[in-house]
């Protein structure tokens, strides 16, 4: 099983940008697809983007459409989101995922910790 470790987040303002990291322990790192979720406060964790092993195809919510670019180097074992445009409403924990696919949580295997974005308005 994968280790993650999510890095990146913090405050920022609307229209901002971040972008979020997640390192993953272990040599497999290159055979898993990875994801990105995100939880609000009082609300269930949501999908925001998917890539593929090999970074080939990539799928995003409808709401980050367009803002968010998820991207992945397997020579340093680390997952991406560069996160433009930041609204108030992105404001949430960002999970990483690994071994699955799909939008939802169940479909994938494990998790970081998670990383706090908060966008002030």
């Known amino acids: 099983q994968v280790q993650l470790v999510e890095s990146g987040g913090g405050l920022v303002q609307a229209g901002g940008s971040l972008r979020l990291s997640c390192a993953a322990s272990g040599r497999t790192f290159s055979s898993y697809h990875m994801g990105w979720f995100r939880q609000a406060p009082g609300k269930e964790r949501e999908f925001v983007a998917a890539?593929?092993?090999?970074?080939?195809?990539?799928a995003y919510a409808d709401s980050v459409k367009g803002r968010f670019a998820i991207s992945r180097d397997n020579g340093k074992n680390t997952l991406y989101l560069q996160m433009n445009s930041l609204k108030p409403e992105d404001t949430a924990v960002y999970y990483c995922?690994?071994?699955?696919?799909?939008?939802?949580?169940?479909?994938?295997?494990?998790w970081g910790q998670g990383t706090q974005v908060t966008v002030s308005s």
């Open positions: 890539i593929t092993w090999s970074g080939s195809n990539t």
């Open positions: 995922a690994a071994g699955g696919w799909g939008v939802t949580v169940s479909g994938w295997g494990s």
